[in-house]
T-cell receptor, first 110, second 115 residues
């Protein structure tokens, strides 16, 4: 099993550009989540999904959209990037009380 | 709402010394508690977790933590630090049961191990 995979690993965007961060898991987990990590802030929940077709907002959802059309994939969309979205983004899937994290995407918005 | 407080954003110990990283939480329901470790430029790896049952939980790499409900604490310890333990450590809480996919994290503690 590959576990949780994320692409790209690194990305630089200009303010106002849009992009999609990809996340996929091959463990057939129903639950998936997106977090952002900022220095001194820990990880904060952006959006989560409890199954295909079902998503909900976390602590810091503004500026991000998600959808879940399949169990395997949970992409995160930035519609109009802002410098405040410069961060490291982690996707996770969950089963049995444990979360499995992807390797992260480091995003810089200039 | 849940919250996690990690006391000390930076802890420095000598190799072979006791490691103690402090975590206090608040939760209105019985919590699930976790410790994660993050090495530089890597993702998060689960060290240990408490869900129900025994309050002293053992994890990987010689770490353990004790759930103390009366103190709302879940401190992480290791008897003897290794250089390889240098990393950032995060305590996290979920409300247990069916919502274990929503974690609330502390701000992290950077552990430095001196030779």
């Amino acid at each position: 099993n590959a576990g949780v995979t994320q692409t790209p690993k690194f990305q630089v965007l200009k303010t106002g550009q849009s992009m999609t961060l990809q996340c996929a898991q091959d463990m057939n987990h129903e639950y998936m989540s997106w977090y952002r990590q900022d220095p001194g802030m820990g990880l904060r929940l952006i959006h989560y999904s409890v199954g295909a077709g079902i998503t909900d907002q976390g602590e810091v959802p503004n500026g991000y959209n998600v959808s879940r059309s399949t169990t395997e994939d949970f992409p995160l969309r930035l519609l109009s990037a802002a410098p405040s979205q410069t961060s490291v983004y982690f996707c996770a899937s969950s089963w049995g009380g444990e979360q499995y994290f992807g390797p992260g995407t480091r995003l810089t918005v200039t | 709402a849940q919250s996690v407080t990690q006391l000390g954003s930076h802890v420095s110990v000598s190799e072979g010394a006791l490691v103690l990283l402090r975590c206090n939480y608040s939760s209105s329901v019985p919590p699930y508690l976790f410790w994660y470790v993050q090495y530089p430029n890597q993702g998060l790896q689960l060290l240990l977790k408490y869900t129900t049952g025994a309050t002293l939980v053992k994890g990987i790499n010689g770490f353990e933590a004790e759930f103390k409900k009366s103190e709302t604490s879940f401190h992480l310890t290791k008897p003897s630090a290794h250089m390889s333990d240098a990393a950032e450590y995060f305590c996290a809480v979920s409300d247990g049961g069916g919502s274990n996919y929503k974690l609330t994290f502390g701000k992290g503690t950077l552990l430095t191990v001196n030779p």
